[in-house]
């Protein structure tokens, strides 16, 4: 089956903490990205991946860090978690940019205490 | 920033009824899409509409795009109550490796 996942799908952690949600997908997509969710602001987008190896920022990545050693894995990495780092993120990925639809992970709810 | 702005932010409706909703944008698209998502879970795609067109139907959704206003519309035919769900319009942002999601519509449908 195609699909985006992510793990953890829950995960509550301490200030400074560093921590890695994992992303996979196996549809082989050139493109990868990371959102964050938050009331009343919708998806705002962290990092982005063209290819392997390709890494951009989005609209909001300060605080994160991401890598693309694989085509297929895309993690993303809070080196010191804050608590204005608690949302519900999201993993998406395309065949390739732009025109192409975005398939999207279920999800992984971070609270950061 | 954010490129779609959907309108309106809720929406309660009765089952049987339509549903429309509207996305407005600020720059020049080549494409805009439609996501959908059941509380909390991730988005799914819904449909995309090219710039050079300007009416697409899938199923019960139909989606119009007006490039002069800088506007789409997506409408939801004959709703059923699993139709509840947020529904967001995206773009490009400032580079088509950008996809800009507005802050969505929440549609509600009563059994």
């Known amino acids: 089956e195609a699909q985006v996942t992510q793990n953890p799908r829950y995960l509550i952690t301490v200030t400074g903490k560093k921590l890695t949600v994992t992303c996979s997908q196996n549809m082989n997509h050139e493109y990868m990205s990371w959102y964050r969710q938050d009331p009343g602001l919708g998806l705002r987008q962290i990092y982005y991946?063209?290819?392997?190896?390709?890494?951009d920022k989005g609209d909001v990545p300060e605080g994160y860090k991401v890598s693309r050693k694989e085509k297929r894995n895309f993690p993303l990495i809070l080196e010191s978690p804050s608590p204005n780092q608690t949302s519900l993120y999201f993993c998406a990925s395309s065949l390739i940019a732009g025109e192409e639809t975005q398939y999207f992970g279920p999800g992984t709810r971070l609270l950061v205490l | 920033s954010q490129q779609g702005e959907e309108d309106p932010q809720a929406l309660s409706i009765q089952e049987g009824e339509n549903a429309t909703m509207n996305c407005s944008y600020k720059t020049s698209i080549n494409n805009l899409q439609w996501y959908r998502q059941n509380s909390g879970r991730g988005l799914v795609h819904l449909i995309l509409?090219?710039?050079?067109?300007r009416e697409k139907h899938s199923g019960r959704l139909r989606v119009t795009l007006d490039t002069s206003k800088k506007s789409s519309s997506l409408l939801i035919t004959a709703s059923r109550a699993a139709d509840t769900a947020s529904y967001f319009c995206a773009t490009e942002g400032d580079s088509s490796y950008k996809l800009i999601f507005g802050s969505g519509t929440r549609l509600l449908v009563r059994p």
């Open positions: 509409i090219r710039s050079n067109e």
């Open positions: 991946s063209m290819n392997v190896e390709v890494t």
